[in-house]
């Protein structure tokens, strides 16, 4: 089992060690074509560098924690039409950024993915919002694309939500109408408010199904087992690939340190349920995630590694304090 963390590697002080860089659409909008093409490129540059420096830090780590989701600003701005242009008269310098990170990253069996934002909907009903929505898929595409991934069937993941009022129906026009590539790496995850892990296994023979166990609670007051005979249709969407699952708890202060939460009992509305917490502090949840032992985690936590760290620790305890 490998345990991931998303987006930021925190030292022991909470620095970023090798942080992504970024800039607002108003100030590149700000600037002269020159000084835009300078900007995004540079920071481009910054980004792919630490990417590698970061990779190489987790190749020292055990074969468990070599897992990570890539931040989606990789790219500043690449899908602002006025970025874009700029992007395709200069990314060609930047391939050999991309082919060294990939090539390390596969050499060191270092699972990686994107998670493009929640304004990704592919199964909204309106026609823009899909738009937008394809190309921003795309863009993680490319990426994956440039570090020599979607070549086979979930060499990488690229991971959305199928919320939207055009539900499954309008997932699968939208999905039909990506790159091979990005049909070869998408995969959808149930969310807690509007799709239900019921709703997402619609699409198990489109793509691989991300069960969040913590969404799936919130949504549904259950906390489902491996054996739940969905998980055997979740594992069964992934063709053979370990499947991935995410992983949070609900913030400290609003559910008791052991023991599996009664929503019922706990007086907060399921607004506050959602927000993660800063580290995974109640063993009992722990033991239930890990007790998923076919898949790999994502640890969805403020903390990042740190929290994930702590996570891997316990479970090399062998410390249980929870049966189903």
Request: a negative charge; charged letters at 25%.
């Amino acid at each position: 089992m490998k345990l991931g963390f998303a987006c930021k590697f925190l030292d022991p002080d909470l620095k970023q060690r090798f942080p992504f860089k970024a800039t607002t659409r108003t100030r590149f909008l700000s600037l002269e074509s020159e000084a835009r093409s300078t900007l995004i490129y540079t920071l481009s540059a910054t980004n792919l560098t630490n990417l590698y420096l970061l990779f190489q830090e987790l190749a020292q780590l055990p074969p468990a924690l070599r897992m990570m989701r890539i931040g989606s600003d990789l790219l500043p701005l690449y899908t602002v039409p006025e970025a874009t242009a700029l992007y395709k008269e200069f990314l060609p310098e930047l391939y050999p950024l991309f082919t060294k990170c990939g090539e390390f990253a596969r050499a060191n069996d270092i699972r990686l993915s994107f998670h493009p934002g929640q304004y990704s909907v592919l199964a909204s009903d309106n026609v823009l919002v899909v738009e937008r929505a394809l190309e921003d898929v795309e863009y993680h595409t490319l990426c994956a694309t440039l570090m020599g991934y979607g070549k086979t069937f979930q060499d990488f993941k690229i991971n959305i939500h199928m919320n939207g009022k055009a539900g499954f129906a309008g997932f699968k026009s939208a999905f039909g109408r990506l790159s091979p590539e990005a049909r070869r790496m998408l995969t959808v995850e149930n969310d807690e408010i509007s799709c239900s892990l019921d709703d997402v296994l619609q699409a198990k023979d489109l793509c691989p199904i991300v069960v969040d166990i913590h969404h799936h609670w919130v949504k549904e007051a259950e906390f489902i087992q491996p054996s739940d005979s969905r998980i055997e249709q979740v594992k069964a969407s992934w063709r053979d690939v370990r499947p991935v699952m995410h992983y949070s708890i609900s913030q400290e202060g609003i559910i008791p340190e052991q023991g599996f939460p009664e929503q019922s009992s706990l007086g907060v509305p399921k607004t506050k349920l959602r927000a993660h917490s800063d580290f995974f502090f109640n063993p009992t949840l722990n033991d239930w995630a890990l007790s998923f032992a076919d898949f790999d985690i994502m640890c969805e936590v403020k903390m990042k590694n740190l929290a994930r760290d702590r996570l891997y620790e316990y479970a090399l305890s062998g410390v249980t304090s929870c049966s189903e």
